[in-house]
């Protein structure tokens, strides 16, 4: 099974780009963007093999930090080293100069730039340069995290092309069959937004296991079982990206069970918190829905992830959403 015949939902813009291959118009530079899950580096990769004229493909089973490098001397790649945080001014001189040679063997050159929303502002100012004048046959591919992230000078400079996660059923389907003996995959394709690669990677690092410790962890504090400080320390070593958006879903489901709205098919399941739903203040609710957004879009500059855990915990502590 190929790569798009086992990634469906890349099968439009997979068939678009064969076409264009076809007519001899490769594109010059393409930004790669869509929810984290959905195959943004694979596809990337892909298309790299495809422009390159290789059947090489990236396997569908690899997560995408695990992913390889296009065998062609003519692909290039740069992604953030691993003592920094974003792609510096070097790492792209180095990339266009390799641009700017002559072809190994006389067809296109290929780079992949990936975070592109993560490069330092002389970065992408030297990035932009060569997008405004590129050198000849060659194709640049960047992929993103964050569309709002890449400045509005490059992006209007690239065919934007969007990733979108397959529908509901499809996507569980999918699961079902990439991880056949776990038996939360309806858990983790809502926590990962129908992204079936999130989902996938959740259930291979144990999701079920670590969601209900935290579960269990939320619903002491909210007991004055354990105080915040001391649930701080631990939740510090977890991955704070999938803490902050846990903590997120309960305080959604806590909001929506106060109202008698439905749970929707896609959320994840609750923890047992006594909290009376009469009491709750909505108005806090989602003043803490702020706070947890906004410790999401700071989380790498944060010098003291225990400190910041401590306050968001505190919130929960026997008397969380009731007014105060």
């Avoid at 001014?89 to 040679?101: F, G, H, M, P, S």
């Avoid at 997008?131 to 000849?136: I, K, M, Y």
């Avoid at 439905?262 to 709750?280: F, G, M």
């Avoid at 806090?284 to 790498?300: G, H, P």
Wanted: hydrophobic share 45%; with cysteine.
């Amino acid at each position: 099974m190929t790569l798009i015949e086992n990634m469906y939902w890349l099968e439009s813009p997979a068939r678009q780009l064969k076409a264009r291959l076809q007519r001899d118009q490769p594109p010059q530079a393409q930004l790669i963007y869509g929810p984290p899950g959905t195959g943004r580096r694979h596809f990337a990769l892909w298309s790299a093999a495809q422009i390159l004229g290789t059947d090489w493909e990236p396997a569908a089973e690899s997560e995408a930090g695990a992913l390889p490098v296009v065998p062609h001397p003519d692909f290039f790649s740069v992604s953030i080293e691993e003592d920094k945080k974003s792609l510096g001014i070097d790492q792209l001189r180095e990339l266009i100069a390799n641009l700017t040679l002559t072809s190994h063997r006389g067809g296109r050159k290929v780079a992949i730039i990936c975070p592109a929303d993560r490069m330092m502002r002389n970065a992408a100012n030297c990035l932009l340069k060569t997008l405004e004048e590129p050198p000849g046959a060659t194709t640049i591919l960047l992929v993103c995290d964050s569309l709002a992230r890449v400045p509005a000078t490059i992006v209007s400079r690239c065919e934007r092309v969007r990733l979108a996660p397959p529908d509901w059923s499809a996507g569980l389907a999918w699961l079902r069959r990439a991880q056949p003996e776990d038996s939360g995959v309806e858990a983790a394709l809502g926590f990962a937004g129908r992204a079936p690669l999130a989902a996938r990677k959740l259930l291979r690092e144990g999701f079920g296991e670590q969601t209900g410790k935290l579960a269990a962890d939320l619903e002491r504090i909210v007991q004055r079982e354990l105080s915040p400080a001391a649930v701080a320390r631990r939740w510090a070593r977890l991955d704070r990206d999938l803490c902050l958006r846990w903590l997120y879903s309960q305080v959604a489901a806590l909001m929506r069970e106060a109202m008698n709205i439905a749970e929707p098919v896609t959320a994840v399941a609750k923890a047992h918190l006594n909290i009376s739903h009469s009491r709750l203040n909505m108005s806090a609710c989602c003043d803490y829905l702020d706070q947890l957004n906004q410790a999401s879009r700071l989380q790498d500059r944060s010098l003291n992830p225990e400190l910041q855990w401590a306050e968001l915990l505190m919130w929960w502590y026997g008397s969380a959403g009731y007014a105060r």
